[in-house]
């Protein structure tokens, strides 16, 4: 049997605090300061993703009026932040027909695509680019990793629905139409991947000639990769050429690497390379959590999104808060599956729960745009130069209705957008809002994402 | 195809429709005696002959007008292509809903000129020839890059390291459908692990080379005397090991370089031949089961070469490399041949390597594989324990390989007097006193209500809630896994009777709660199979304990009779009857284990080949190495069709 992913969580990571006294690369993508103007932090794109939709009268805001004076209970842990808060109902997800039987396999996928898998073609993997990933095509150059993809439990749910490949289920982040991003789970893992070198000891030049090495390394073996792909059928190319792209990405982001660590030296050597500001706050410090408490397990998972938006690593993440189906709560005091709460026919104590998990949901996600908030960069905050959104991919599980999937978006993106609101009747589908945000974001877009026709002028500054 | 063929029989009144097409869908399967002997050119023309005579004028007549070419296609149906193609897999679905549809008089829609009773009914006894119309194919094959569990014991047998080493790799979806790309962090996870690999099998400077130092690179050389021809030589035995088929001299050429590389940057002769092995661990001949040699046609169906097929096999049932045993007879080039194929998959099957197997194939199957981490309520249930877990598990496992390794008939996983206990997991059978001490032994049953997986507590315990058992999900599981059924999920609106209004049916047994099911047409389709069943495994408790009361205290009434009126009192009486089933049994397990071996559904002309298989396996008594072996020498397992990726197909999708 596989051993349980929380062993490595007990960890304890040490050390921390010195590793990460380091400039951050706003040489690298930063408004150019050469000039003499003030620097512009960039904007970053988070997503964070709960399954099977709310109980829709304790979600939505009874009236526009009185959304920030008096939230209901499922916004009562945003209730500091509400006024950086974007809310709008009205936003139809994707019609899944010829797919009816598949709403759970769809949900996921389809909530940053904004696209269904192709029918003819489902066993495979074959949908679009989801919005995350475009965004880091654009992005993702300035940064150490051009997409940080997180989540709570392991992508292998294994259920068929529609005889849709089972990956449909777990997975939001597509690369390419048929190349999922898996997620990490493990906190440590994502620890390592954004700030160190993982299992290289020794000092600093050392480690830059070993990814001077692995850079050339990997250069040789894209060659024979290459030559291996002529010989191929076409089918096969495809595949191969999955392999290729990501060990083109791969020595990038090594390039990055070893430009932060020059960057490194060069602040130690007293010539000072970073031009961020000098009242930003410090990176913040990471803690794994000893036990396996869902709540702080998440919570160490927000932390490292938030840390590694704070220090630039990346611009774009994803984290996948729960999964469709499998998950249960032991934490809020019961054992059922959300998944079964969820087709709770209206009793109460099923409905209870339901309400109680989204909360808890919520909370989660509170707890990482609030420390976005208390977090001082350039001339206000994080969270100012960002764009979270929190959402899911149904909007009532008892009925898998899609008509007004719940969103809620925190941060103003540098000012792109006029939060503190609720918009009770924006009229679109979430490829709107999706394109919207991008658009938001500063991405450069050459077509619409999914299903969308148009952006929500609406919710823009 | 017995049960869901005499569901057909009672289901007249106007119904959920979802529940009926699907239970109908089983159809074509009656159809499967027909082949035996029988002709198949001869069948073949003769669906074809069918096809242009009486389904072309039908779907003409009834159905083109609004699904056709044509944007938007009502519900996404377009006949146009399938009519050209009907073979074609892609339409598969469309023709079951179709004749589904058109079987429940739900098409064509009211107001729409109607088929007569007989036209309806040739149009849904069609499906069962559809499989006749498929070209002899072996399915689309693409390269495939090993799995997390195949990666990190190809490791283990190449080095010697354990295969956690790969446990840091995202987790993954197995077999049928397997989730087969690669992004940048399996890639960065890969380099690291190349680099770990590294660290364990060199011993430091100045210390004596590991045994695994001197298995992969030879003695140890005089620092000056390491040539580019030792390399070359070294990384041709190096290759051919990790990439499971000789490299070509151009592969050479490319590890060759990464050897320069290290010479280039000041590294010693052995530290430049780990920079070369580690180039070796990210290639992707590594990553990737590749052909040995460049295919002629661009397009075509050709067989796998000796070593595709080594590593196809091996990586079956094994989860890893070919040993060097089956790369011998792939270097000669024989192992296409019947009887060394046959002896070959006897052997493997016997090695405990074999267990790989159960762990992804057969966990899977028997839905045990989710024991470890399924959420049981603690105040009910304290004894769900790690140890209980892991013991129900092994019982599983044993059980399974006893199967196999036996050569048993698979008949036996239903009606098998035998299973595997240690102390804790003899408790849930009442045997604590017998069996003593924490390892697992075969214990011979005296029960009949026990043995074989329907009454054993891991499977029993995979289908329960958290704090009670599920009739539904029992039934669900014996209909699916065991005799091969698709049953469709309940519809959203429909209330989960599992989850009643506790208010209305207090004064109800659960058993006369979910017999409300059968009054509700919507939902009686379904349950008038699903329920039975279930509540004939009612006396087994969540945890697979024996009991004779419920958690009410209401006494278990396992009795019940299956919609074509055979009558079971109890677990053991039931077992019998799905026992007797054996043609579905096993055919059930062939087309799991080929859809798994193949990694992709079934579909077109594979239920041919599935018809084929089973004449051989129920000739020789449905033994589980019959089955297997005639899984292994099947046409689409030997066989691959490459293909020219269809660009217009990818044109329509970004437009």
């Given at each position: 049997m596989r051993k349980s992913a929380l062993i490595d969580r007990r960890a304890c990571l040490k050390g921390l605090g010195v590793s990460l006294a380091l400039p951050l690369m706003d040489s690298m993508g930063w408004a150019d300061t050469a000039k003499g103007q003030a620097y512009k932090p960039p904007v970053r794109l988070g997503f964070m993703y709960m399954p099977h939709g709310v109980i829709m009268d304790q979600f939505w805001p009874a009236d526009a009026e009185n959304f920030l004076s008096s939230p209901l209970p499922a916004f009562e842990s945003l209730r500091p932040v509400l006024d950086q808060c974007l809310v709008m109902k009205g936003i139809s997800g994707v019609p899944i027909a010829p797919f009816n039987g598949a709403p759970h396999a769809l949900e996921l996928s389809t909530w940053l695509t904004a696209t269904l898998p192709a029918a003819d073609k489902r066993s495979e993997i074959h949908i679009s680019i989801s919005a995350d990933q475009i965004a880091a095509n654009h992005v993702g150059a300035f940064t150490a990793l051009p997409s940080l993809e997180l989540a709570t439990m392991p992508q292998n749910w294994k259920e068929n629905q529609e005889g849709l490949n089972e990956g449909y289920y777990s997975h939001c982040s597509y690369r390419s139409p048929t190349q999922v991003v898996p997620a990490e789970i493990n906190p440590r893992n994502v620890f390592n991947r954004l700030f160190r070198e993982p299992e290289r000891n020794g000092d600093g030049r050392e480690a830059?000639?070993?990814?001077?090495?692995?850079?050339?390394?990997?250069?040789?073996?894209?060659?024979?990769?290459?030559?291996?792909?002529?010989?191929?059928?076409?089918?096969?190319?495809?595949?191969?050429?999955?392999?290729?792209?990501?060990?083109?990405?791969?020595?990038?982001?090594?390039?990055?690497?070893?430009?932060?660590?020059?960057?490194?030296?060069?602040?130690?050597?007293?010539?000072?390379?970073?031009?961020r500001h000098a009242s930003d706050s410090p990176p913040i410090e990471i803690k794994i959590p000893e036990g396996d408490k869902r709540s702080e397990y998440m919570q160490v998972m927000c932390d490292l999104n938030v840390l590694a938006f704070q220090t630039d690593t990346t611009r774009v993440s994803t984290y996948i808060g729960s999964r469709p189906n499998g998950a249960s709560y032991p934490e809020l005091g019961f054992s059922d599956q959300h998944h079964s709460q969820t087709h709770h026919q209206n009793r109460p104590g099923m409905v209870a729960k339901v309400a109680k998990i989204t909360e808890f949901n919520i909370a989660q996600f509170a707890y990482m745009v609030k420390k976005m908030h208390g977090l001082r960069e350039a001339d206000g905050t994080l969270l100012d130069n960002c764009i979270m959104m929190w959402g899911s991919g149904l909007e009532d599980g008892n009925e898998h209705t899609r008509e007004n999937l719940p969103f809620v978006v925190a941060g103003s993106g540098g000012g792109a957008i006029k939060t503190g609101r609720y918009l009770p009747d924006t009229k679109g589908n979430q490829g709107d809002l999706l394109t919207t945000l991008l658009a938001c974001a500063g991405i450069p877009l050459d077509r619409p994402v999914g299903i969308a026709t148009k952006q929500f002028e609406e919710i823009k500054a | 195809m017995a049960l869901s063929n005499r569901i057909r029989g009672v289901s007249k009144a106007p119904v959920f429709l979802g529940l009926f097409l699907i239970l109908c869908l089983a159809g074509p399967r009656g159809a499967r005696a027909e082949t035996g002997g029988a002709d198949y050119a001869e069948l073949k023309a003769d669906a074809e002959a069918f096809f242009s005579d009486r389904v072309t004028p039908?779907?003409?007549?009834?159905?083109?007008?609004?699904?056709?070419?044509?944007?938007?296609?009502?519900?996404?149906?377009?006949?146009?292509?399938?009519?050209?193609?009907?073979?074609?897999?892609?339409?598969?679905?469309?023709?079951?809903?179709?004749?589904?549809?058109?079987?429940?008089?739900?098409?064509?829609?009211?107001?729409?000129?109607?088929?007569?009773?007989?036209?309806?009914?040739?149009?849904?006894?069609?499906?069962?020839?559809?499989?006749?119309?498929?070209?002899?194919?072996?399915?689309?094959?693409?390269?495939?890059?090993?799995?997390?569990?195949?990666?990190?014991?190809?490791?283990?047998?190449?080095?010697?390291?354990?295969?956690?080493?790969?446990?840091?790799?995202?987790?993954?979806?197995?077999?049928?459908?397997?989730?087969?790309?690669?992004?940048?962090?399996?890639?960065?996870?890969?380099?690291?692990?190349?680099?770990?690999?590294?660290?364990?099998?060199?011993?430091?400077?100045?210390?004596?080379?590991?045994?695994?130092?001197?298995?992969?690179?030879?003695?140890?050389?005089?620092?000056?005397?390491?040539?580019?021809?030792?390399?070359?030589?070294?990384?041709?035995?190096?290759?051919?090991?990790?990439?499971?088929?000789?490299?070509?001299?151009?592969?050479?050429?490319?590890?060759?370089?990464?050897?320069?590389?290290?010479?280039?940057?000041?590294?010693?002769?052995?530290?430049?031949?780990?920079?070369?092995?580690?180039?070796?661990?990210?290639?992707?001949?590594?990553?990737?089961?590749?052909?040995?040699?460049?295919?002629?046609?661009?397009?075509?169906?050709?067989?796998?070469?000796?070593?595709?097929?080594?590593?196809?096999?091996?990586?079956?049932?094994?989860?890893?490399?070919?040993?060097?045993?089956?790369?011998?007879?792939?270097?000669?080039?024989?192992?296409?041949?019947?009887?060394?194929?046959?002896?070959?998959?006897?052997?493997?099957?016997?090695?405990?390597?074999?267990?790989?197997?159960?762990?992804?194939?057969?966990?899977?199957?028997?839905?045990?594989?989710?024991?470890?981490?399924?959420?049981?309520?603690?105040?009910?249930?304290?004894?769900?324990?790690?140890?209980?877990?892991?013991?129900?598990?092994?019982?599983?496992?044993?059980?399974?390989?006893?199967?196999?390794?036996?050569?048993?008939?698979?008949?036996?996983?239903?009606?098998?007097?035998?299973?595997?206990?240690?102390?804790?997991?003899?408790?849930?059978?009442?045997?604590?006193?017998?069996?003593?001490?924490?390892?697992?032994?075969?214990?011979?049953?005296?029960?009949?209500?026990?043995?074989?997986?329907?009454?054993?507590?891991?499977?029993?315990?995979?289908?329960?809630?958290?704090?009670?058992?599920?009739?539904?999900?029992?039934?669900?599981?014996?209909?699916?896994?065991?005799?091969?059924?698709?049953?469709?999920?309940?519809?959203?609106?429909?209330?989960?009777?599992?989850?009643?209004?506790?208010?209305?049916?207090?004064?109800?047994?659960?058993?006369?709660?979910?017999?409300?099911?059968?009054?509700?047409?919507?939902?009686?389709?379904?349950?008038?199979?699903?329920?039975?069943?279930?509540?004939?495994?009612?006396?087994?408790?969540?945890?697979?304990?024996?009991?004779?009361?419920?958690?009410?205290?209401?006494?278990?009434?396992?009795?019940g009779e299956l919609p074509g009126g055979e009558r079971f009192s109890g677990p053991e009486d039931l077992k019998a009857i799905i026992a007797g089933r054996s043609d579905d049994l096993a055919r059930n397990l062939v087309e799991k284990l080929l859809a798994y071996a193949l990694g992709r559904r079934l579909e077109g002309y594979d239920e041919i080949?599935?018809?084929?298989?089973?004449?051989?396996?129920?000739?020789?008594?449905?033994?589980?190495?019959?089955?297997?072996?005639?899984?292994?020498?099947?046409?689409?397992?030997?066989h691959r069709r490459i293909e020219e990726e269809r660009s217009s197909n990818e044109k329509e999708r970004s437009d």
């Open positions: 830059t000639r070993a990814n001077a090495l692995d850079r050339s390394l990997l250069d040789i073996v894209l060659g024979g990769a290459r030559d291996l792909r002529r010989t191929l059928p076409s089918s096969d190319q495809r595949k191969l050429d999955e392999y290729l792209d990501s060990v083109r990405s791969v020595e990038r982001r090594i390039a990055a690497i070893e430009y932060r660590q020059k960057e490194a030296a060069l602040e130690k050597a007293g010539v000072r390379a970073s031009k | 039908f779907i003409q007549t009834y159905c083109i007008s609004c699904h056709q070419n044509r944007r938007p296609t009502q519900a996404g149906v377009n006949f146009s292509p399938a009519l050209k193609d009907p073979s074609h897999a892609a339409f598969h679905d469309q023709w079951k809903r179709g004749v589904a549809k058109v079987k429940a008089h739900d098409m064509p829609p009211q107001g729409a000129p109607q088929p007569s009773d007989a036209d309806r009914e040739m149009f849904s006894d069609w499906i069962a020839k559809l499989k006749y119309l498929s070209e002899k194919d072996p399915g689309r094959f693409v390269i495939r890059r090993l799995t997390k569990t195949e990666y990190g014991n190809t490791l283990r047998d190449l080095f010697g390291v354990e295969p956690s080493i790969a446990d840091g790799l995202p987790d993954e979806v197995s077999g049928e459908g397997y989730l087969n790309s690669l992004s940048p962090l399996q890639l960065e996870h890969y380099l690291t692990i190349a680099d770990q690999v590294l660290d364990r099998i060199v011993a430091p400077e100045d210390a004596a080379p590991t045994e695994v130092q001197k298995r992969l690179f030879g003695e140890p050389a005089a620092p000056e005397s390491g040539s580019r021809e030792a390399a070359r030589d070294i990384a041709r035995s190096l290759a051919k090991k990790a990439y499971r088929r000789p490299p070509t001299e151009a592969e050479l050429d490319v590890l060759v370089e990464a050897f320069e590389l290290g010479r280039q940057n000041d590294l010693g002769y052995e530290p430049s031949l780990h920079l070369m092995l580690k180039g070796i661990l990210v290639s992707p001949q590594f990553l990737f089961i590749t052909p040995a040699g460049e295919v002629e046609s661009s397009t075509g169906i050709v067989p796998l070469d000796g070593y595709q097929l080594a590593s196809r096999l091996s990586y079956l049932l094994w989860a890893t490399m070919p040993d060097d045993e089956l790369m011998a007879l792939a270097d000669s080039g024989t192992l296409h041949e019947p009887e060394i194929l046959e002896a070959q998959v006897k052997r493997l099957l016997m090695d405990r390597r074999s267990r790989a197997l159960f762990d992804g194939f057969g966990a899977q199957w028997l839905g045990v594989g989710r024991l470890e981490n399924q959420v049981f309520d603690p105040a009910v249930f304290p004894q769900m324990t790690p140890e209980m877990r892991e013991a129900m598990y092994d019982e599983a496992r044993l059980f399974f390989e006893s199967i196999v390794r036996e050569n048993r008939s698979v008949i036996n996983f239903v009606d098998g007097d035998y299973t595997y206990l240690n102390e804790t997991l003899a408790s849930i059978y009442g045997l604590e006193e017998t069996v003593a001490g924490p390892e697992m032994r075969r214990v011979q049953l005296s029960d009949g209500n026990r043995g074989g997986v329907l009454g054993m507590p891991g499977v029993l315990a995979a289908t329960s809630f958290p704090n009670r058992t599920s009739a539904v999900k029992r039934g669900v599981w014996v209909l699916e896994q065991v005799l091969g059924d698709h049953v469709p999920s309940a519809p959203p609106n429909v209330p989960a009777l599992e989850e009643q209004d506790q208010g209305t049916v207090a004064n109800l047994s659960l058993r006369e709660r979910t017999e409300l099911h059968r009054t509700n047409a919507v939902c009686a389709n379904c349950h008038q199979l699903l329920d039975p069943i279930g509540f004939g495994l009612e006396n087994f408790d969540a945890i697979g304990r024996w009991r004779d009361r419920d958690g009410n205290g209401e006494e278990i009434d396992a009795a080949v599935v018809d084929e298989l089973m004449q051989v396996i129920a000739g020789d008594g449905y033994r589980m190495q019959t089955l297997v072996n005639a899984v292994v020498s099947s046409y689409p397992f030997t």
